[in-house]
């Protein structure tokens, strides 16, 4: 590395000199990357072919592309699709068939943000990952199966990445206080577990926010007496713009638990009691509007389906608002959906729904209800069911689930409806047939 090249990396923020180099280093996505694992073996053999990393940003992405193409001690290139075109990507194949070519060394494109190129961009690459030319690793935030082109997708493995948990950012931060070379360790640093905890916590599994964060609480605090930069909790709360949870974390989950099941239990005193006490400790409200989305359709379903309705809008004025005017909407909400009638019945169903999609079965979907079977062959009849009224009795789970039922709906709120609906076309049916 020249004087230049030195100088660069020294000034890089924090998240960016302390990125791991190799798998032994690597922090988090313990689903994808372990001992044994496939993508373990695979870039141990040095046969991983293209992929696409995506999840939430600082979880890695990009970092473990990084350190995929140095084990393999292959040729890389790096580039952004936001800045990036066609000809800078042309330039790169070019090379790299010669290096193919002519030293049988492996090039990787590495593209972050992936998602961000055009068509006509995807398409300059296609055959060059066809032919083994390059080996393309994509990065990005966005889910690739809705934002990027066929053509990529059918030549790459897809990895989801997840947010870090707490205990993982945590690990980065301590490695980071100590480490001389990279990270913070030439500071004479005092940080206290309070402070680790709050910068973790409202990094939200981000370990980029979490590391330049904590950088920046230390250059923007001065030396007490004895020389020594203290960061305490009033300084993790000034840095991350939030308020310490004053609770543990055996108390946090309680009170979770004990709002859930206040809901659940049609008690709007006691919800809205657990709530308050969550957000009156340091808790942010989004985390209960996310919890009061899921209870509406899990706990109250079709008994109500507008209560799914009344806590999306909660969600969205409470990410919007912000404390404390949000507590009127959301709590609004809590009320709401506490008195709701309940039902489990779409739980229940899609549980046993998934049983059947588990099972190792080769399922055989009625012809009637394939359109190519109904071009290939006349005699094939759909009934359609507008023409019966809005129902009508046909087949339609495979073969081998004829009989199953999955739905049972409750006898409660609005779902019964659904019963009494149903009994009309099935006797409308039966007329017509």
């Known amino acids: 590395m020249d004087f230049f090249s030195n100088n660069l990396k020294n000034n890089a923020p924090l998240s960016q000199r302390m990125r791991a180099n190799s798998l032994n280093n690597f922090l988090g996505q313990k689903h994808i990357i372990h001992e ?5 073996r695979a870039i141990s053999a040095d046969r991983l072919g293209s992929c696409i990393f995506y999840g939430p ?4 992405k990009t970092t473990l592309a990084n350190i995929i193409a140095e084990t393999t001690n292959a040729d890389y290139k790096h580039l952004n699709a936001v800045s990036s075109g066609v000809s800078e990507a042309k330039e790169i194949i070019q090379q790299a068939k010669q290096n193919l070519a002519l030293f049988s060394k492996k090039t990787y494109l590495i593209l972050d943000e992936c998602h961000r190129w055009s068509k006509a961009q995807s398409d300059c690459v296609l055959s060059a990952m066809e032919n083994g030319e390059i080996i393309f690793i994509g990065t990005t935030t966005e889910n690739p199966y809705s934002s990027m082109t066929k053509a990529i997708l059918s030549r790459c493995r897809v990895f989801e990445f997840h947010s870090l948990n707490i205990s993982e950012i945590k690990q980065g931060l301590q490695k980071s206080i100590v480490d001389k070379e990279h990270g913070l360790g030439n500071y004479n640093l005092m940080v206290d577990s309070e402070a680790l905890d709050h910068i973790a916590r409202f990094s939200y599994g981000d370990m980029r926010v979490a590391l330049d964060s904590l950088e920046l609480a230390v250059i923007t605090t001065n030396a007490n007496k004895d020389g020594v930069i203290h960061i305490d909790v009033s300084i993790s709360e000034e840095i991350m713009q939030k308020r310490a949870i004053s609770l543990s974390d055996q108390d946090y989950y309680d009170l979770l638990s004990a709002f859930c099941k206040s809901i659940r239990g049609g008690d709007p005193d006691a919800a809205m009691f657990y709530s308050l006490k969550l957000t009156e400790s340091g808790v942010d409200p989004v985390i209960i509007a996310r919890r009061l989305v899921i209870h509406s359709a899990e706990d109250v379903g079709l008994a109500d389906p507008f209560a799914l309705t009344i806590s999306l809008a909660a969600l969205n004025a409470t990410e919007k608002i912000g404390l404390p005017e949000c507590l ?24 046993e729904a998934k049983k059947a ?8 979907i009625p012809k009637h209800i394939i359109n190519r079977e109904l071009k290939n062959n006349k005699e094939i009849e759909y009934k359609y069911p507008h023409d019966f009224g809005g129902w009508v009795n046909q087949q339609y789970l495979p073969d081998e689930l004829k009989n199953s039922r999955f739905y049972y709906p409750s006898q409660n709120g609005e ?3 659904i019963i009494i609906n149903k009994l009309k076309f099935l006797n409308k049916g039966e007329t017509n047939e």
């Open 415 to 417: 779902e019964k409806c």
């Open 328 to 351: 009127l909407p959301l709590n609004e909400a809590i009320i709401y959906v506490t008195l709701c009638p309940k039902s489990n019945s779409v739980y229940l169903a899609i549980d």
């Open 36 to 40: 044994g694992s496939f993508l373990q």
């Open 357 to 364: 999609v588990e099972n190792p079965i080769n399922y055989s």
């Open 57 to 60: 940003p600082g979880t890695g």
